[in-house]
């Protein structure tokens, strides 16, 4: 006569490993710091400067060496600051690098998504420490700022998991090495 082994409570099971894996990768330092910031304003336009470090965790950097392209985008917001009521959005932007490796040159590319420019590097921390570095970014135009009032710029940069190629999503939702982002970043408009 067969055996039948009843199956235990398999969801359990597999709830309690799951947390255990997102809790064990969450303690993994990594992600995306803004480290400086600064606007000025050149010809009647406010353009950003900053400095920001991009950490990617070992599944990231495995999956681009296999080909997967990378979206990094950096978002910046400008609000007016109101007492009495919610501050007021007075311009966003949101600039884009494809991050890429490329297997046949051996080169990493980072294609500024807003722009079209280009550039390769020879390694990956060369091509990290030229998307860190974010020079005379346009951000606004000087028309729609009032003289009196007070403006803050906000700042947040995160990589893209609605970019990457549908079999690496899933992964990419489920996983905390994937979830690569900064806390937003704010200081005053500056003149």
Do not use: C
């Not at 490993?17 to 400086?36: H, N, P, V």
């Not at 990617?56 to 917001?77: C, F, H, M, Q, T």
């Not at 007021?88 to 991050?99: A, D, H």
């Not at 009032?149 to 549908?166: G, I, N, Q, W």
Request: no cysteine; glycine share 4%.
């Amino acid at each position: 006569m067969p055996v039948y082994a009843k199956p235990r409570n398999t969801a359990r099971g597999w709830l309690t490993l799951s947390l255990l894996l997102l809790l064990s990768t969450s303690a993994i330092a990594q992600g995306f710091k803004i480290r400086s910031v600064e606007t000025r304003l050149v010809d009647k336009v406010y353009q950003l400067n900053a400095e920001v470090e991009y950490a990617l965790s070992g599944s990231v950097v495995e999956a681009l060496k296999n080909g997967v392209p990378l979206v990094i985008i950096l978002e910046i917001k400008v609000e007016k600051e109101r007492s009495w009521w919610l501050n007021k959005s007075v311009g966003e932007l949101k600039q884009g690098y494809l991050l890429l490796f490329h297997a046949l040159s051996e080169k990493y590319i980072v294609n500024n998504l807003n722009s079209g420019a280009q550039h390769d590097f020879s390694n990956m921390e060369d091509a990290l420490a030229s998307l860190s570095q974010v020079e005379s970014l346009p951000i606004l135009d000087a028309k729609l700022v009032e003289p009196a009032a007070r403006y803050k710029v906000l700042l947040h940069t995160y990589l893209d998991l609605e970019s990457l190629p549908a079999p690496v999503r899933p992964l990419a939702y489920l996983s905390a090495p994937w979830r690569l982002e900064s806390d937003w970043y704010q200081w005053p408009l500056q003149n």
